[in-house]
């Protein structure tokens, strides 16, 4: 069985940063390229980082790039999500995904999900 279990987020003033953790279980899927998406409210899932198994290769989408950074810890199958300079429009749920594929393919979507975790970042 796959769970993945988010958490690390909170409130925090524009400017500030956090750190979003993955734990993923389930021996296949905590190996594979992983990713973060997020709701903002009223708005449509966003994809918003992934990285491949290795970790040598992310992916960040165009609203946190520069300010975003994906990275993954093999050993205790953990994927984090830096965040840093938040803004406001960064306020949503953040949710973890794992692919169910070993290889890494563009755009990445996920097949298994966690259930997420707020982050709230205020003016």
């Known amino acids: 069985q796959v769970q993945l279990v988010e958490s690390g987020g909170g409130l925090v003033q524009t400017g500030g940063s956090l750190r979003l953790s993955c734990a993923a279980s389930?021996?296949?899927?905590?190996?594979?390229?992983m990713g973060w998406f997020r709701r903002r409210p009223g708005m449509e899932r966003e994809f918003v980082a992934a990285?491949?198994?290795?970790?040598?290769?992310?992916d960040y989408g165009d609203s946190v790039k520069g300010r975003f950074t994906i990275s993954r810890d093999n050993v205790n199958n953990t994927v984090y999500l830096q965040m840093n300079d938040l803004r406001p429009e960064d306020t949503a749920a953040y949710y973890c995904?794992?692919?169910?594929?070993?290889?890494?393919?563009?755009?990445?979507?996920?097949?298994?999900w966690g259930q997420g975790t707020q982050v709230t970042v205020s003016s």
């Open positions: 389930g021996r296949t899927v905590s190996k594979n390229p």
């Open positions: 990285i491949t198994r290795s970790g040598v290769t992310t």
């Open positions: 995904a794992a692919s169910g594929r070993s290889y890494y393919i563009r755009p990445f979507q996920g097949d298994y």
